[in-house]
């Protein structure tokens, strides 16, 4: 028997709106409402920003900015000239934590956080991004066609920090030469003619004396590589230059549109496909002063075919310590296997591990990209799964010795040094793994304190005092709320914000009851059970398969799948059992959970489901006739897997949105975990269900936006083709033209649930 774990309900509203319909569930955010977002303290941290919408505002309507008391008094909408004044969701804050700058519509903005003032630093027809404080705080380093300036705050003096040249354009100090023929005709014309001589003389003395001036050599960008960041070291007197590479051979699926505002089909790059050459990302420090670059290298070496030959490794991530004599990046290897912290040299360039993550199946988890410094610029922290679990660590940059700031069977969630580098501000599964609280701990380790307490899940942003935490909570039956409240354990929490449409609340939505499945191999298999009041045994069950893979869906905390949640309210209306997983795969339980469907998707976590489906046979006396599967993205692969490779075990299945040849994904992704195919292609055969459309059984529908940039139409396209040559019968596509990967329009999604519902309704009822 299953473990039940359920937390109390709180106490929802008026009457109930029955039966539920799909129309008015799949009116989405205008009914359950739009989330609060980026929120933000203003610099003296007696006011609260967030953007917002009211459910009741059309869904093309833009974010509204909203603004809220320290003592949650005084919530209003601010007028659009008020927000463009406000401060800025984001930016880059200066060293002292007063001010903060940022890029908005391709010019650079500063905004003082004590005076809550807004000034506009830059006016141009260029694009200007990328904009950083100085150490000083007296200038703010900026990107403009991919050259580094410095713009004086003082003065408004704008200086060129670097001179990098993209591919093909000549060096203008460069001489340029001519033919032998028109080289020996100029040499002739210096010796011959006494007023050319001296021209050319004086041309020579004035660029060596601009040169003398301005000995800065120019860096020089081969075809394909461009710039994409440029970051000034806090001394000022280096740049570190990060430079992409697209290979040249690589091909770029290009995407046919059919209902476009020309009335003719249009194509969109999209990307390239798994296995085929990616881009690299490399860095270089490039000297203020004479232009010197050096590129940085990370010098791990591997064998192959006999020989030691260079690891490939992408560079990323880059963090200096205050004085801008230390620099450490992370660098993961292109085989998605390892992980490294690098201590880099500024001086030479020289790079040395400080830490190592590996991982015989890909290295990830939650916190996998983060990396910062510790107060007094001695130690780097990190987080790593290297116990199984993702915690936070810290290595000392001289010695490269590592200890652990956090540790335990749980998740480090995410982590933020907070303003004065005292604290983190942590989100972490120590309680459960299904609640994710608020923590704060001491920069350098040592015992944490729990500041949230009802159950559900959290995000956080700390008064620059310390002393007021501004929250978004939600819980399951909840939507995701802004809250204001004493950064002390326990604290009472006082709502701001209300989301929903009215009519949401006047239905009775379910705190759904976590259960852990016994799965084959002895793990607990976590799910939310939607079970009506009146279940009678014999009656039909629907299984639904969470997207994205690595995702967590069974917590306390509103569904990243907001529609489907209330629709499996309106199949348990209509007498279904709803079972949700987080199969293998899945977040939130740890680096064996998440790796175990290494080289095989449709391996592990295809078994959960279908343990989940005798669960409910041998538990709750579900007709085993009578069990339909459903999802979309990754959950629509899982529900093809089912249907072609189960037999007998579901009766009807609806694949949306599905990855039907792993093959075509993209490289990220399927080549971290089924490594690449030209090399593996075992692990891609026994994944795709193209592959296994043969065992085809019970009632498919297929459902695919046309215009997916994600999972391409092209790959139901080519299953569609597979089944008719199979001579399969029982499926059915349902065609989307407009949409992307995720729906956007309201009629779309009205139809798709329509014709899910249908599915179930004909196949698994009596």
């Given amino acids: 028997m299953a473990a039940l774990l359920c937390a109390p309900a709180p106490a929802l509203a008026q009457q109930p709106q029955k039966p ?38 059309p869904q093309e309507k833009e974010w509204s900015t909203w603004v809220v008391n320290r003592d949650g008094a005084g919530l209003r909408r601010l007028s659009d000239e008020e927000a463009r004044e406000a401060p800025p969701p984001f ?50 380093a900026f990107v403009r066609s991919s050259n580094l300036y410095l ?31 028109q080289e020996w005709l100029k040499k002739q014309e210096r010796e011959l003619l006494d007023a050319v001589e001296k021209r050319a003389r004086q041309r020579e003395e004035r660029e060596a004396k601009r040169k003398k001036e301005n000995p800065r050599k120019p860096f020089k960008l081969t075809p394909r590589q461009t710039v994409t960041d440029l970051m000034l070291a806090p001394d000022g007197t280096q740049v570190l230059a990060t430079i992409m590479e697209r290979p040249q051979e690589a091909k770029t699926a290009l ?22 050459l990616q881009p690299r990302a490399r860095m270089a420090l490039i000297s203020v002063e004479t232009g010197e670059a050096k590129w940085l290298d990370p010098g791990v070496k591997t064998t192959r075919e006999g020989k030691e030959v260079e690891r490939p490794i992408l560079l990323f991530n880059p963090q200096w310590n205050e004085e801008g004599t230390r620099l450490a990046v992370l660098g993961r290897a292109a085989d998605f296997k390892d992980r490294w912290v690098f201590a880099v040299d500024p001086q030479t360039a020289k790079m040395r591990v400080l830490h190592q993550t590996s991982d015989e199946a890909w290295v990830d988890g939650p916190g996998a990209m983060a990396l910062g410094w510790l107060p007094g610029g001695r130690e780097v922290w990190f987080q790593s799964e ?85 929250v978004i909570h939600s819980r399951s039956n909840q939507p995701p709320e802004l809250y204001l409240m004493d950064a002390k354990p326990q604290a009472p929490m006082q709502r701001v914000t209300v989301s929903p449409a009215e009519e949401f609340t006047q239905y009775p939505w379910i705190d759904k009851p976590i259960v852990e499945i016994p799965a084959r191999d002895g793990a607990k298999i976590p799910a939310h059970i939607f079970k009506p009041k009146a279940w009678k045994k014999g009656g039909a069950a629907v299984i639904f398969v969470h997207g994205a893979g690595y995702l967590q869906n069974v917590d306390r905390g509103w569904s990243s799948y907001p529609r489907e949640n209330l629709f499996h309210h309106l199949l348990m209306e209509r007498g279904y059992i709803v079972l949700d997983l987080d199969y293998r795969g899945s977040a939130g339980h740890g680096r064996a959970w998440r790796t175990a469907v290494y080289r095989h998707m449709g391996g592990k976590d295809l078994d959960d489901h279908v343990d989940a489906a005798k669960w409910l046979v ?15 993205s990754y959950g629509g692969f899982i529900t093809l897997m089912a249907m072609f490779t189960q037999p007998g075990v579901f009766a009807a299945g609806a694949a949306l949105r599905p990855v039907t040849d792993w093959a075509h994904y993209n490289h990220p992704y399927t080549g971290a975990i089924l490594n690449l195919p030209q090399d593996d292609a075992e692990a891609y055969k026994r994944s795709s269900p193209i592959y296994h459309a043969a065992g085809l059984q019970g009632a498919l529908l297929i459902c695919h936006g046309m ?11 080519r299953l569609a083709q597979k089944l008719i040559e199979l001579g399969k019968e029982n499926w059915e596509v349902a065609m989307y033209p407009v949409e992307d990967h995720g729906f956007v329009h309201a009629s779309s999604w009205t139809d798709e649930y329509r014709r899910i519902l249908k599915l179930f309704e004909t196949y698994l009822r009596k």
């Fill in 20 to 57: 539920l319909t799909v129309e008015w569930i799949m009116r989405g955010p205008a009914l359950y409402g739009y989330a609060p977002r980026a929120v933000r303290w203003s610099g003296g941290g007696q006011r609260v920003y967030f953007e917002w919408k009211q459910a009741s505002e």
């Fill in 91 to 140: 930016g880059n804050p200066s060293a002292d934590g007063t001010r903060v700058v940022f890029a908005r519509d391709g010019d650079i903005f500063l905004y003082d956080l004590q005076a809550d003032r807004m000034r506009r630093l830059t006016k141009t027809g260029d694009a200007e991004s990328s904009p950083r404080l100085t150490r000083d705080g007296r200038a703010v």
């Fill in 151 to 181: 713009l004086s705050l003082e003065s408004g003096a704008i200086e060129q920090l670097t001179h990098i040249l993209p591919p093909g354009q000549p060096d203008p100090d460069e001489e340029r030469k001519g033919t032998a023929s």
């Fill in 255 to 276: 995407m046919p549109l059919y209902v476009t505002e020309s009335a003719y089909t249009e194509t969109q790059p999209t990307r390239t496909k798994v296995g085929d």
């Fill in 386 to 470: 290297q116990t199984g679990w993702s915690h936070l660590y810290a290595a000392d940059w001289e010695t490269g010795s590592v200890r652990a700031l956090t540790e335990g069977n749980w998740e480090v969630k995410r982590a933020f040094l907070t303003e004065d580098k005292k604290q983190f501000l942590l989100v972490t599964s120590e309680t459960n793994p299904y609640e994710h609280h608020l923590y704060v701990m001491p920069s350098q380790g040592g015992p944490r304190t729990r500041l949230t307490s009802a159950p559900g899940l959290y995000e956080g942003e700390l008064s620059p005092d310390g002393a007021r935490l501004a």
């Fill in 618 to 632: 041998s538990e709750h006396g579900v007709d085993p006739k009578r069990i339909g599967i459903y999802g979309g």
């Fill in 707 to 717: 215009a997916d940039a994600n999972v391409h139409f092209q790959d139901t396209v």
